[in-house]
């Protein structure tokens, strides 16, 4: 079995930051692409930021300059350094795996982890 969890939302002002990890676990044989979406009611979710098993990394227009993706292979984790947050990155952050584990090869998500930001 395959979990993928979250951590590391929380309330924040304007100009704050916040840290989001997301670690995937289970009978895994590799992971490949992690990536982070967010999404707010009312909205699709959306792409944030994403990294490959070897490092490149693609962000949306909104973030870049200020989130940072990152991750630790031996860990099977993926982090999200946010910077000068504004009140629009209020939303629920969702991480997607893709990986290989004992059942095959599948995309798994986490449960989500809410980011607020006051103005």
């Known amino acids: 079995q395959v979990q993928v969890v979250e ?5 924040v002002q304007a ?4 840290r989001l990890s997301c670690a995937a676990s289970g009978s895994i044989f590799s992971v490949n692409t992690m990536t982070w979406y967010r999404q ?5 979710r959306e792409l944030v930021a994403q990294i490959t098993r070897g490092g490149s990394t693609n962000y949306a227009d909104s973030v870049k300059g200020r ?3 990152s991750r630790d292979n031996a860990r099977n984790t993926v982090y999200l350094q ?3 947050l504004k009140p629009d990155d209020t939303a629920s ?3 997607n795996a893709n ?3 004992g059942l095959g090869y599948a995309n798994y998500w986490g449960q989500g982890t809410q980011v ?4």
């Not at 951590?7 to 309330?11: A, D, F, N, R």
């Open 40 to 44: 707010v009611p009312g909205k699709q």
């Open 116 to 119: 607020t930001v006051s103005s």
């Open 15 to 18: 100009g704050g930051s916040l």
């Open 82 to 84: 946010m910077n000068s």
């Open 7 to 11: 951590s590391g939302g929380g309330l």
């Open 99 to 101: 990986l290989v584990s």
């Open 93 to 95: 952050y969702y991480c």
């Open 67 to 69: 989130f940072t993706i």
